[in-house]
Nanobody
């Protein structure tokens, strides 16, 4: 059984919006520090956004700052990535990640090797 399941990917026109969801299994824990990453063929995985346990602290890659918003619903154990003003260069497979250890409720993590669990990824294609 998958520990993290993403959904919401698809085809969107430039300038459009999309919301990705990442549902975490109860088995890996609740309210964990979470991150979103993306990857395109032939390139390394790229950090997109991170969220602390509390949800009160977020951090974004410069390439998405001001356009993307990460949030969480701890009752549903789900994290979201709202993507606005999408550009063709945002096209990628987006994956969420969870870390089971943390130092505080406000700590976030931006390196992919900081994370313990990964979703299968969801494709986002920005094209007219």
């Amino acid at each position: 059984q998958a520990q993290l399941v993403e959904s919401g990917g698809g085809l969107v026109q430039p300038g459009g919006s999309r919301r990705l969801s990442c549902a975490a299994s109860e088995r890996i824990g609740f309210s964990l520090p979470m991150g979103w990453f993306r990857q395109t063929p032939g390139k390394e995985r790229e950090f997109v956004a991170a969220l602390s346990r509390s949800g009160g602290v977020t951090f974004y890659a410069d390439s998405v700052k001001g356009r993307f918003t990460v949030s969480r619903d701890n009752y549903k154990n789900t994290v979201y990535l709202q993507m606005n003003s999408l550009k063709p260069e945002d096209s990628a497979v987006y994956s969420c990640a969870a870390r089971v250890q943390y130092t505080s409720i406000t700590t976030y993590y931006i390196r992919d090797d900081d994370y313990d669990y990964w979703g299968q990824g969801t494709q986002v294609t920005v094209s007219s």
